[in-house]
């Protein structure tokens, strides 16, 4: 099994962001079995004046699993 996470963030008084991204991989236990996950996010905050605040958030993910069909006779 493989699993990494990162994540970053940080800002001004008028900007905030943050993202993050995720690995994990995990092989089955049947073989050539397995699953694969990646996932993304990223968002942003703007304060534009002091009674206008903007924001903004995209997302990605990607699943993945492979198996073996097995042919019954």
Not at 3 to 27: E, I
Not at 33 to 48: I, P, V
């Amino acid at each position: 099994m493989t699993s990494h996470h990162l994540a970053l963030n940080g800002g001004t008084k008028n900007t905030r962001y943050s993202s993050s991204v995720s690995y994990y991989n995990q092989q089955g236990t049947i073989v050539e079995s397995s699953y694969e996950s990646l996932k993304a996010r990223m968002t942003l905050d703007q304060q534009l004046s002091k009674s206008v605040k903007w924001g903004g958030a995209a997302n990605f993910a990607n699943d993945a699993s492979s198996m073996v069909h097995l042919r019954s006779s």
